[in-house]
């Protein structure tokens, strides 16, 4: 399962509502951090960080990647 | 240039022996006019005890989360309300993990677990995973699982593990401030037995923990006299739902005096850039480090966060003319 393409209603950093708050810090943090929390639904991924990417597992939404 | 330089230069770069606690607290504490010559010593110190070549090395987490320890810095305990959630990598992930690290150039490849010490099941991982990368990858492989047995010990020395690493984290009179479910001596007792053992002994920690300029100092000298023979230099990279969460970044210069100064307590050891340089250096503190003292990098990712991407990394040492450690050098 991949992840689906719906928009985004949490910050996938902290997990708390994408619309309120600022998430500059959270957006500069992620440069350097995979994503925690499913971005769709707030619950926190299953995340396996690798030598050369990472992927991010949500029960419900499925599966970021990341490879670089 | 000052007193404790002079000294350096005399015991450190041309007797190769380095300086003890206070002498490593002197470095510690110039002044920042004095950095730049002070980096340029450890530096020299690096090519004429160490040599030219850049030691690369790639880590993998064999087991993410859930920890039962609450080392403070770290997300993946269990007993902190941090986002991480335990996981574990199955083995044709690891050897592909393997795989992609030893086309980066690099020699080490280190097995990492987020563990007290390995129970049963991942001891039968690691006899999988250590077995089949050794099967199909030219790399050498190394193990971070925490607090062993002896009879833990025995059984990585015949699976082929070369090297374990087992940081101390931080000096001894500050690691009760760090860590409340395990003691420093324990630790200790571990590298003791890796040591007897015949595995290399990688030992390192991290610095910006809260720790005092003193308390480093004690840190570098508790280290030398162990006598690692790899030491990895981490910074404070405030991990969020951690009780160092909000704890500040360690200040550019004040990285890079430490790097000076751990180089000149270990002339010979291979001190490696390890995570949160990327945080605390960006992408030019990659550079002063390297010609600062340090003679080995992790690339690319680390265990719960991301680092420079492994080109990067190896652009520049091919900048600096600096070689990459062939795999023939360390075996």
Known sequence: MTMTTETANWCDRCGEAAATGDHDACRAARALEPPRYCPQCRRRMKVQVLPSGWSAVCVEHGTHAAPR | ?331
Request: aromatic content about 4%; some cysteine; hydrophobic content about 40%.
């Open chain 2, 1 to 331: 240039m000052p007193e404790i330089l002079d000294r350096a230069r005399t015991q450190v770069l041309d007797g190769g022996v380095g300086l003890d606690e206070a002498g490593v607290l002197a470095v510690l504490r110039l002044p920042d006019e004095h950095l730049t010559e002070t980096l340029q010593l450890a530096h020299e110190v690096r090519m004429r005890w160490c040599g030219p070549e850049v030691e690369v090395e790639g880590i993998v987490s064999l087991k993410t989360g859930g920890c039962p320890e609450d080392c403070h810095f770290c997300s993946q305990s269990g007993l902190f309300a941090s986002p991480v959630r335990s996981v574990w990598l199955d083995i044709p992930s690891l050897v592909e993990a393997a795989k992609q690290t030893a086309a980066t150039g690099a020699t080490e490849f280190c097995i990492v677990a987020a563990v007290r010490g390995p129970d049963e099941r991942l001891m039968k991982q690691m006899r999988e995973g250590v077995a089949a990368i050794r099967a199909e990858v030219d790399i050498q492989v190394a193990a971070s699982l925490g607090m062993l047995t002896q009879d833990q010990v025995d059984e990585l020395v015949e699976m082929g593990v070369h090297r374990y690493n087992h940081n101390l984290e931080t000096c001894r009179s500050y690691f009760p401030n760090v860590v409340s479910t395990h003691s420093w001596e324990e630790r200790w007792e571990t590298l003791r037995m890796v040591r007897a053992s015949g595995m290399e002994v990688c030992c390192g920690g991290i610095l910006g923990l809260g720790e005092t300029v003193e308390q480093r100092a004690e840190f570098a000298a508790q280290l030398a006299e162990l006598e690692p023979h790899e030491v990895p230099l981490n910074f404070l990279n405030p991990r969020p739902g951690t009780p160092l969460g909000d704890q500040p970044v360690v200040a550019p210069r004040d990285a890079l005096r430490a790097i000076a100064a751990f180089r000149l307590a270990m002339p010979r050891t291979i001190l490696r850039y390890a995570g949160g340089r990327e945080i605390t250096l960006g992408d030019l503190g990659t550079r002063d480090g390297l010609l600062g003292g340090i003679n080995a990098v992790i690339v690319g990712n680390y265990l719960t966060t991301l680092g420079r991407p492994a080109n990067e990394d190896l652009a520049l040492l091919d900048e600096l003319k600096m070689p990459v450690k062939a795999l023939s050098a360390t075996l």
